[in-house]
Nanobody, 121 residues
Framework: QVQLVESGGGLVQAGGSLRLSCAAS????????MGWYRQAPGKQRELVAA???????AYADSVKGRFTISRDNAKNTVYLQMNSLKPEDTAVYYC???????????????WGPGTQVTVSS
């Protein structure tokens, strides 16, 4: 089975930095897009950043210029470098990946269990 495991969350002061990592493991033939979403209390889950297998990226307006997404295709891992963090960045961050488990299959969405990021003012 496929698993996504996030790491790197925690508590940081405003203006600080954190780096999130997410590794996909299991039966994987190929991975298309990977990304990070977040969900704050009382709010809907929202896209933070995404990256295609070819390296094209997209960001939410609220994080442009502060967050950087990258991936290591050899390690099936996606990263999110978060700089200049603000209290409004506080949320549970979820890793997402579109994974094909065998070459003849279509891509399926997989999610990690989430990692808490808390930014204090």
């Amino acid at each position: 089975q496929v698993q996504l495991v996030e790491s790197g969350g925690g508590l940081v002061q405003a203006g600080g930095s954190l780096r999130l990592s997410c590794a996909a493991s299991g039966r994987i033939a190929s991975i298309d897009a990977m990304g990070w979403y977040r969900q704050a209390p009382g709010k809907q889950r929202e896209l933070v950043a995404a990256i295609t297998s070819g390296g094209s990226t997209a960001y939410a307006d609220s994080v442009k210029g502060r967050f950087t997404i990258s991936r290591d295709n050899a390690k099936n891992t996606v990263y999110l470098q978060m700089n200049s963090l603000k209290p409004e960045d506080t949320a549970v961050y979820y890793c997402h990946a579109e994974i094909r488990v065998w070459l003849g299959a279509g891509f399926t969405d997989y999610w990690g269990p989430g990692t808490q990021v808390t930014v204090s003012s």
